[in-house]
């Protein structure tokens, strides 16, 4: 009974220490698998292996940790990491956004670093030749971003491929699908062979790699790991150095256990040590290498910003840039002005005269920037300007040039221009608006109309398309403004558009300035809105204001009246229309119109003494900054302005009836002269509107 | 070119004319006939209120000296009011008027038609 007892409390006691041990042996850790050969992947057998593998075998066994791992790709393992699928994940780069969602262990693994690699047989010139190439990298991978980053800088932006993990990079790379491929270094070392590919000089981002577990879970696994990879690195004969040197060389060799050859022991001591000396002088040639690569890609870009910084010059010495343009010319007025965004780009403007009096003026904007979108620009300016002289009509002219474009046209570049035709002697403009946003029509008060008929297609697509044409007639001091998108679409910090609207209410604050001033007043008000904000996109205005050369003869009139004072009002449509034209304020043309009613009254009611019809010639005429107006009749010799002026201390009733009228017109006028001419009064009066 | 004209009587003996438009050669026959019959029940103060008034001639400023020199007989008085800057240049260049007579504001209008009334009354 005794000894029965004894042995079920033995039984009990043996079922809790296993009970315990189950418990211990059995702390789960599920470690993120992705296939980044040699830290971590599984061979063709399905095996899980690599470095992190070898070290996690061996740290599990110690720490009696059951690991298990859950492949998937790199994206997926650090996502189902931050979400606690899984518990740990070998082999992740630090950064420091990651460090928000992940801990990661103090102890390195490895170091690595991207790589950019080429099929075995392609010639590698430099990185700028990979703008527009496609290059595969694995989606989320930090030496991808990385080099998209430093790419980006450099305005350099190949098309990247993305997939799912460095396998399928290299593939990609080896059957040429792409120019290029991004893997970690240590993953290229190991599979160049197997693939037939080779490292480029283009390395980057040096990375530690290390375990790494969401915050705030599994702190303990992540302090043991690091207890563990302190001692083993101390001991250079310990498993991490030789799983280093089993899968960094890129022969897979089978290590016999060290134990059974304590002879080599020195030797494969003396050998690790050797090749970590040989490591670290191979590491710092790479980063010098590299550093020189770098030097010499930005001396190449300083190379080819100088370059840019010329082309610019040249593409701006295409452009008319003396203003004034035609001094001799008094009917119009321009002024233009072009802001690139970049160092040289797709806008341009152009004015010249088809014959004595037809002005051509031309605005337009090539789709693209950069250079060849100058190239572009350069070649559609001189081939409208060549054309323009020989076709004279707009439609025709931006016919002919597209047919020309469009029909060796294989990069499908197009332009959208505004080309209009100036008669500067009616201020008939004729225009053709080949897919560029409407023009602005000024009017003499800064009110505007957008020229909106005659829209076409842009230039360059299709040689089949079709050109209309619309005109506008530009009075006296009215005027255009021809601009590109880069103008209403000038963005500010908060990435509002200045839009055509704001663009319409700055014009109309500019009513009776010069060209210049108007397009000076515009970039102010936008640079106003975009403040500190680099130009996105070029900008170009082109003001033009017309001077009717028949004004002078709008600004001159004879007319003949009756003697009758109902002919006063058309003496003041006259005096209003001619004030009109000069921009007389109100005020003058009231003190006018009142001296003339003065004036005009008396000579009707006293001029002839006969109650018989006679005709009064009015003669109205701008010299200079003075309106001019003359009065002629055939009445008694009379000097109005000797009529004694009643004395003004008078009381209002009491003075002299013509006097009054008289006294006023004197004063309103600034000039006033009688002379008698061949049987006729003549009354000159003279204000100055100015 | 036209001219239109209000009247009221303001208070007792105290006329009010508001002219409309342009005041001159040819319009100014409208406003004259319209002060000829107001004074006919002898007002002490005529009011010419040209707060509506665009342009006014020497025809039109002789009707309003008309009307003074009628009134002068019986020591009646003839007040403009609210002049816009072309009228009041006009009355200017001819110093038409006392200053006294002129006012800017109904306001100063009424003030002036009570202290003319204390007067009378008192």
Same mark, same amino acid.
């Given at each position: 009974m005794e000894i029965r007892t004894r042995s079920f409390f033995l039984l009990l006691l043996l079922g809790l220490l296993s009970a315990i041990d189950v418990s211990a042996a059995g702390q789960r850790i599920i470690v993120g698998l992705h296939d980044?050969?040699?830290l971590i992947f599984t061979d063709s057998d399905s095996q899980v292996k690599g470095i992190a593998v070898d070290l996690l075998t061996y740290i599990a066994r110690k720490e009696g940790w059951d690991i298990q791992y859950f492949q998937g790709s790199y994206a997926q393992c650090t996502q189902r990491l931050e979400t606690g699928v899984i518990d740990l994940l070998p082999g992740m780069a630090m950064s420091a956004q990651l460090e928000d969602k992940f801990t990661f262990g103090k102890e390195t693994i490895v170091a690595n670093w991207g790589q950019l690699y080429i099929a075995s047989d392609a010639t590698f010139s430099?990185?700028? /030749?990979?703008?527009?190439k496609d290059v595969a990298a694995v989606e989320g991978d930090v030496y991808f971003q990385f080099f998209e980053t430093i790419l980006e800088k450099f305005e350099i932006r190949p098309r990247f491929i993305l997939v799912d993990d460095y396998r399928q990079v290299l593939k990609l790379v080896h059957q040429k699908k792409v120019s290029a491929g991004i893997v970690p270094r240590l993953y290229g070392v190991y599979y160049e062979k197997r693939f037939r590919v080779r490292q480029s000089p283009i390395s980057f981002r040096p990375t530690d790699l290390r375990f790494a577990v969401a915050r705030g879970r599994n702190a303990s696994v992540i302090r043991a790991l690091d207890r563990h990879l302190k001692q083993l690195k101390e001991n250079p004969n310990s498993i991490f150095y030789q799983s280093l040197d089993r899968w960094t060389q890129g022969v897979r060799k089978v290590t016999l256990p060290l134990w059974l050859r304590p002879l080599w022991v020195l030797g494969i001591i003396a050998g690790i040590m050797g090749l970590i000396i040989v490591g670290n002088v191979f590491l710092r040639k790479q980063v010098k290498l590299r550093t020189e690569a770098l030097k010499t890609t930005i001396a190449e870009k300083e190379k080819i910003e100088s370059e840019l910084a010329v082309a610019r010059e040249i593409q701006l010495q295409?452009? *008319?840039?003396?203003? *004034?343009?035609?001094?001799?010319?008094?009917?119009f007025d321009i002024y233009a002005s072009l802001e690139p965004?970049?160092?040289?780009?797709g806008d341009f403007y152009d004015f010249f005269f088809i014959d004595r009096n037809s002005l051509c003026i031309v605005i337009g904007d090539v789709s693209g920037k950069g250079v060849p979108a100058a190239l572009f620009m350069a070649m559609t300016k001189t081939m409208i300007k060549a054309t323009a002289r020989l076709l004279v009509e707009p439609e025709y002219i931006l016919a002919d040039v597209n047919r020309e474009i469009s029909r060796n046209n294989p990069s499908l570049t197009f332009v959208t221009v505004f080309l209009g035709v100036l008669d500067?002697?009616?201020g008939n403009l004729t225009y053709t608006c080949a897919g560029h946003n409407p023009q602005l029509f000024i009017g003499q008060k800064g009110n505007t109309v957008l020229l909106?008929?005659?829209q076409c297609p842009a230039i360059g697509?299709?040689?089949?398309f079709q050109y209309r044409q619309a005109t506008v007639q530009l009075r006296h001091k009215e005027g255009l403004l021809l601009y590109t998108d880069g103008v209403t679409e000038a963005q500010n910090d908060k990435n509002r558009l200045f839009t055509q609207e704001s663009l319409m209410n700055t014009v109309s604050l500019?009513?009776?300035?010069?060209p210049k001033e108007r397009v000076m007043a515009i970039l102010s008000q936008i640079r106003e809105f975009t403040g500190s904000r680099p130009l996105d996109d070029d900008m170009t205005l082109l003001a033009l204001s017309y001077f009717s050369p028949n004004r002078v003869s709008e600004a001159h009139q004879t007319m003949v009246l009756r003697?009758?004072?109902?002919e006063m009002s058309r003496i003041i449509d006259a005096i209003t229309r001619i004030a009109d034209s000069v921009d007389c304020p109100p005020v003058v043309v009231h003190d006018v119109t009142l001296a003339m009613e003065e004036i005009f009254s008396n000579i009707v009611f006293?001029?002839?003494?006969?109650?018989l019809d006679h005709n009064i010639t009015l003669h109205l005429v701008i010299e200079g900054d003075a309106l001019i107006l003359t009065l002629q009749d055939e009445?008694?010799?009379?000097?109005?302005?000797?009529?004694?002026?009643?004395?003004? /201390?008078?009381p209002l009733e009491e003075r002299d009836k013509g006097g009054m009228g008289i006294t006023l017109a004197k004063n309103l006028m600034d000039q006033m002269e009688y002379r008698r001419e061949r049987g006729k009064n003549i009354m000159r009066m003279e204000k100055r509107y100015r | 070119m036209n001219l239109s004209v209000t009247s009221k009587q303001?208070?007792?003996g105290v006329y009010m004319l508001s002219p409309s438009g342009r005041l001159d050669t040819s319009t100014f026959p409208i406003l004259e006939e319209r002060v000829d019959r107001i004074l006919q029940e002898k007002p002490h103060t005529l009011v010419f209120d040209?707060?509506?008034?665009d342009y006014i001639s020497s025809m039109g400023v002789r009707v309003i000296a008309k009307a003074q020199k009628a009134m002068k007989s019986y020591n009646g008085k003839v007040v403009l009011l609210n002049l816009q800057p072309q009228i009041q240049k006009v009355f200017d260049i001819i110093?038409?008027?006392?200053?006294?007579?002129?006012?800017?504001?109904m306001g100063e209008l009424d003030d002036y038609l009570d202290r003319m009334q204390r007067q009378v009354t008192g």
């Open positions: 980044n050969t040699p430099d990185i700028l /030749d990979f703008h527009d295409l452009l *008319p840039g003396n203003f *004034p343009a035609a001094p001799s010319r008094k009917e965004a970049r160092e040289v780009g500067l002697n009616t909106g008929d005659a697509l299709d040689d089949a500019t009513a009776g300035v010069t003697n009758d004072i109902r006293y001029g002839f003494g006969d109650d009445g008694i010799p009379f000097n109005p302005l000797n009529v004694r002026i009643g004395r003004r /201390d008078k | 303001k208070m007792d040209m707060e509506m008034l110093k038409a008027l006392p200053s006294q007579q002129v006012f800017s504001t």
